[in-house]
């Protein structure tokens, strides 16, 4: 693709403001902008433009000055990590993609006010070690962790296996330094827990997608390392089984239950098929099974106490039929690295159609049970992957195209009508059709058919406003 004059002017102007290096093109043959312009699940690729890389904040926002003065449309991105094709460009070649993953540092961690500072490129796992390194927990944790970044997990919200004590990434973010549409840098780095001096404008851009503006920093909450932690796999008969199971645990371990997963059989069958390394209790015996953390602030010997107490409740109420209690971190470790494994799984057996919904959890049963059959009956054969975050209401409620089928054709066939009838469910059960993934360009036609009117205009006015040339990652999130 020829490079127009404005086109070539503007790369030698990003060139001066990053330096040569860090603006990458096609114009170099040998040069492969893969990493940036394939999404993660490997289903579109776009293509950019340039790739810029600055080393800072300042560069951040000369990068999107320049932009905004030729009118160029700039996509930012961290890990490229994302499930909703969110983070890519699209495929008309005009577009920056301005990736943040050279602003990798640890700017301060305060120990006396519980928090950390760090650039947006950080990868979330680093930001985890430097805290375990002072004696502190980040308790952000995704199986995406050693390459998605904490501007990414910001710019959508990220959830992970540890809300049901610690929220999603909003919850754990005191403040945010943000490069405007315009290139005017917001610091807002306070770290502060009480400030009413007018809108908490964080919040506009944590869950934004990148639609609003450019996250460069963070200011993100810590906590003192528990004493100990301890992991339980139990094999539970039925969903509302684990959904019982729940309410005892929130009952016996109070504030000290830190993750409770969900994992349907087939999903668990696919970790055992592909990882065969990998030991995988109960799953041929139960139909589901849990995965519960236990964080204890007093001693192991109190916390596995905790959770024998629990464990004997629940067998004796009957929500559990057998259950492990880890002995050893590695053996935790393993446990967890099967909940984290269904996705990889999934991936191997070939193409699939996700869902990542939320339900109210006292109402996930009925909506599992109700949405299997309607599936099975409109799709025959159809292989149900259910598993998730049960403790904080987000299914991955994933399906995986029949044995032996044409995986591509069933892909292109059947999203369309499938989702169509997910999401007709999930809005009677008056829930949500996008839990922790976000909406990127994935789903942004669908968004409208299960948001409200108002909220979509609210959420129209604010783009415009902040982003009046919509250059921000045009065409993800929300249209018009």
């Known amino acids: 693709m020829k490079l127009t004059s404005e086109q070539k002017a503007l790369l030698e102007q990003l060139r001066s403001i990053v330096g040569a290096p860090y603006v990458l093109t096609h114009e170099d043959p040998a040069t492969d902008l893969t990493a940036w312009e394939l999404d993660w699940r490997g289903r579109e690729r776009g293509r950019a433009l340039a790739v810029v890389r600055p080393g800072n904040t300042q560069e951040v926002a000369a990068v999107v000055k320049a932009c905004a003065a030729a009118r160029v449309a700039m996509v930012p991105q961290g890990g490229n990590t994302g499930m909703v094709v969110g983070s890519t460009p699209d495929e008309s070649g005009t577009q920056v993609v301005l990736s943040l993953t050279r602003m990798n540092k640890v700017r301060q961690l305060d120990a006396g006010n519980l928090t950390i500072t760090v650039d947006a490129g950080c990868v979330l796992q680093n930001l985890q070690d430097e805290c375990e390194k002072a004696g502190f927990l980040f308790p952000l944790s995704l199986a995406s962790e050693g390459s998605c970044t904490i501007g990414g997990n910001l710019g959508t919200n990220a959830g992970g296996t540890q809300v049901v004590r610690y929220g999603n990434t909003r919850e754990l973010c005191l403040g945010l330094e943000v490069v405007t549409a315009q290139g005017e840098i917001w610091d807002g780095l306070l770290g502060l827990r009480k400030d009413n001096t007018g809108y ?281």
């Open 200 to 480: 908490d404008l964080r919040h506009l851009f944590i869950g934004s997608e990148g639609t609003l503006g450019v996250i460069t920093g963070a200011t993100m909450k810590i906590y003192p390392l528990p004493k100990a932690q301890l992991t339980a796999l139990a094999a539970v008969p039925s969903m509302e089984a684990a959904v019982q199971l729940l309410g005892l645990a929130h009952e016996h371990l109070s504030a000290g239950l830190t993750g409770f997963e969900v994992m349907g059989q087939f999903a668990l069958s696919l970790v055992a098929k592909h990882f065969p390394q990998q030991r995988v209790p109960f799953w041929q015996e139960s139909p589901w099974c849990v995965v519960l953390e236990n964080s204890d602030n007093e001693s192991e010997a109190h916390a596995r106490q905790q959770f024998e107490r629990l464990l004997e409740a629940a067998m004796e109420a009957g929500c559990v039929t057998d259950a492990v209690v880890a002995e050893s971190m590695a053996q935790a470790k393993a446990l967890w690295h099967i909940r984290e494994s269904i996705p990889l799984a999934q991936a191997q057996e070939g193409l699939n159609i996700k869902h990542d919904i939320s339900i109210n959890v006292s109402r996930i049963p009925a909506f599992v049970a109700e949405t299997n059959a309607l599936l099975l009956e409109k799709f025959p054969g159809a292989r149900l992957v259910t598993y998730g975050h049960l403790g904080d209401g987000n299914l991955h409620y994933n399906v995986q195209a029949p044995e032996g089928d044409d995986q591509k054709r069933f892909l292109a066939e059947e999203e369309g009508p499938m989702n169509a009838l997910v999401y007709e469910v999930v809005d009677r059960y008056r829930g949500s059709i996008s839990a922790e993934h976000g909406i990127g360009s994935l789903k942004v036609d669908k968004l409208p058919d299960h948001k409200s009117p108002v909220a979509l205009g609210l959420m129209r006015g604010i783009k415009q406003a902040l982003d009046p040339l919509n250059l921000m990652n045009p065409g993800r999130m929300i249209r018009g």
